[in-house]
């Protein structure tokens, strides 16, 4: 009986074994599955060359040599859904072109849509003769692309001012402005910026906004009884 009992108890673990087996292999071959059909295969078709590309904002795209009709295979690994490929042309010049990737063998034509960012800037030369004050005020509207490859219209309004002014020694300057991104102001200042006529002075610039994908910044410059402002903005 006791011998019998063994055997049963030795049996019904070799089965628990068995399943346990079964089962970690029916998982394994259903994650391998899983992952084989959400493989996803990228080629390029009539890329320009001699360009670096960013991927989702974040990677480098690295491309296979051209091949037939100037096509290049991604290197990225690119999974199945929406994507977003840019390069810049300047610091405030960007190219973009969205796009899907479905499961298995793709082959993409991106169709690049031009995107730039506003600046305003103003000018004064002082001359005893006119008025040493100027301003301006316009508003921009502009698209940015975020992370998850939502498309946003902005609209920026920048006002900008300054007077220039003759003094016994030297001459100063009032510099102001205000700058409202989408409804809500993101910078106001107002300043006086003394010119003790020195050679070669480099402009000042200072941030006053940033975000995500670009940043805005505010410059200025006095130097022998001329002065400018400017509010500009490049991409990150």
């Given at each position: 009986?006791?011998?019998?009992?063994?055997?049963?108890?030795?049996?019904?673990v070799?089965?628990?074994?068995?399943?346990?087996?079964?089962?970690?292999?029916?998982?394994?071959?259903?994650?391998?599955?899983?992952?084989?059909?959400?493989?996803?295969?990228?080629?390029?078709?009539?890329?320009?060359?001699?360009i670096t590309?960013?991927?989702?904002?974040?990677?480098q795209?690295y491309?296979?040599?051209?091949?037939?009709?100037?096509?290049?295979?991604s290197?990225n690994?690119?999974?199945?859904?929406?994507?977003?490929?840019h390069?810049?042309?300047?610091p405030?010049?960007?190219?973009?072109?969205?796009?899907?990737?479905?499961?298995?063998?793709?082959?993409?034509?991106?169709?690049?849509?031009?995107?730039?960012l506003?600046s305003?800037?103003?000018?004064?030369?002082y001359?005893?003769?006119?008025?040493?004050k100027?301003?301006?005020?316009?508003?921009?509207?502009?698209?940015?692309?975020?992370?998850?490859?939502?498309?946003?219209?902005?609209?920026?309004?920048?006002?900008?001012?300054?007077?220039?002014?003759?003094?016994k020694t030297?001459?100063?300057?009032?510099?102001?402005?205000?700058?409202?991104?989408?409804?809500?102001?993101?910078?106001?200042k107002?300043?006086?910026?003394?010119?003790?006529?020195?050679?070669?002075?480099?402009?000042?610039?200072?941030?006053?906004?940033?975000?995500?994908?670009?940043?805005?910044?505010?410059?200025?410059?006095?130097?022998?009884?001329?002065?400018?402002?400017?509010?500009g903005?490049?991409?990150?």
């Amino acid at each position: 009986m006791t011998r019998l009992l063994k055997h049963k108890t030795s049996v019904e673990v070799s089965v628990f074994k068995y399943l346990i087996i079964l089962i970690i292999l029916i998982s394994t071959a259903v994650v391998t599955k899983t992952y084989y059909d959400n493989q996803t295969s990228v080629t390029f078709v009539e890329l320009p060359d001699n360009i670096t590309y960013t991927i989702d904002h974040a990677k480098q795209l690295y491309l296979s040599e051209p091949g037939l009709f100037n096509s290049k295979k991604s290197s990225n690994m690119l999974y199945a859904g929406s994507h977003i490929i840019h390069y810049d042309t300047s610091p405030v010049t960007r190219y973009y072109a969205l796009f899907n990737v479905k499961k298995g063998e793709n082959y993409i034509k991106p169709v690049f849509d031009f995107h730039s960012l506003p600046s305003l800037s103003i000018f004064r030369l002082y001359t005893k003769k006119a008025s040493g004050k100027i301003k301006n005020s316009k508003t921009f509207n502009y698209i940015t692309h975020a992370e998850n490859n939502a498309t946003f219209q902005n609209s920026i309004t920048i006002s900008i001012g300054l007077e220039i002014k003759k003094t016994k020694t030297d001459f100063l300057c009032q510099y102001n402005w205000d700058v409202s991104l989408n409804g809500h102001r993101i910078s106001q200042k107002t300043f006086t910026e003394y010119d003790n006529t020195i050679n070669n002075q480099e402009p000042i610039r200072e941030i006053i906004y940033k975000n995500g994908s670009h940043y805005y910044y505010a410059e200025h410059f006095l130097e022998n009884g001329s002065a400018k402002l400017k509010i500009g903005a490049e991409y990150l």
